[in-house]
């Protein structure tokens, strides 16, 4: 897995990543941040997920038990569901 392991992330380019981190400073001093959170998510991440989790899940039926790892804070989420396809989109 380790040899591979852009198989398993999402990057946006440097550009969307500059915006993304903008916009997060941005989030803090909103009263509702939650909506500009889906906001990044529909805009930024969704795209390369949908690409991604395909690839990553191989069918769309499994489920069980999945860790998600931000690389730079090193925070991780913990989560589980029946379907990790449709969890996950």
């Given at each position: 897995?380790?040899?591979?392991?852009?198989?398993?992330?999402?990057?946006?380019?440097?550009?969307?990543?500059?915006?993304?981190?903008?916009?997060?400073?941005?989030?803090?001093?909103?009263?509702?941040?939650?909506?500009?959170?889906?906001?990044?998510?529909?805009?930024?991440?969704?795209?390369l997920?949908?690409?991604?989790?395909?690839?990553?899940?191989k069918?769309?039926?499994?489920?069980?038990?999945?860790?998600?790892?931000?690389?730079?804070?090193?925070?991780?989420?913990?989560g589980?569901?029946?379907?990790?396809?449709?969890?996950?989109?």
């Amino acid at each position: 897995m380790k040899s591979k392991i852009d198989d398993y992330r999402l990057v946006p380019s440097s550009v969307e990543l500059s915006d993304i981190k903008k916009l997060e400073k941005v989030k803090m001093e909103l009263a509702k941040p939650r909506i500009l959170s889906m906001l990044i998510w529909q805009t930024y991440w969704q795209p390369l997920a949908k690409i991604k989790f395909p690839i990553i899940l191989k069918d769309k039926t499994k489920m069980g038990i999945y860790k998600i790892t931000n690389i730079e804070t090193n925070e991780c989420y913990i989560g589980q569901a029946v379907d990790i396809y449709k969890r996950w989109n």
